[in-house]
């Protein structure tokens, strides 16, 4: 069975950084990708971004591009987002996630890791 595990999440001061973490066990197969998606309060998830398992090709949510970066290490199943200057927007719950081939949507969710943000 898949699981996740985010870590790194904290209260951080606007323009501040976070580096997120998230380990995957329980994969047996290499995934399509895997992704980030927050969650604030009272608002919908959304994307922002993933990374291609095998190639590294990256892809982020327009709000976050040039600030946020995925990285990962394949040989520990691990995904991470270095995210730079925070503002109060980005505050949210965290959520890493897996896609387990092209076709499929994400089916594997983390519990979220809590990001603060203060102005």
């Known amino acids: 069975q898949v699981q996740l595990a985010e870590s790194g999440g904290g209260l951080v001061q606007a323009g501040g950084s976070l580096r997120l973490s998230c380990a995957a066990s329980?994969?047996?197969?290499?995934?399509?990708?895997m992704g980030w998606f927050r969650q604030a309060p009272g608002k919908a998830r959304e994307f922002v971004g993933d990374?291609?398992?095998?190639?590294?090709?990256?892809s982020y949510a327009n709000i976050v591009k040039g600030r946020f970066t995925i990285s990962r290490d394949s040989t520990k199943n691990t995904v991470f987002l270095q995210m730079n200057s925070l503002n109060p927007e980005d505050a949210a719950v965290y959520y890493c996630?897996?896609?387990?081939?092209?076709?499929?949507?994400?089916?594997?969710w983390g519990q979220g890791t809590q990001v603060t943000v203060s102005s």
């Open positions: 329980g994969l047996t197969f290499s995934p399509y990708s």
């Open positions: 990374i291609n398992w095998s190639t590294g090709f990256r």
């Open positions: 996630a897996v896609r387990v081939t092209a076709r499929s949507d994400y089916v594997h």
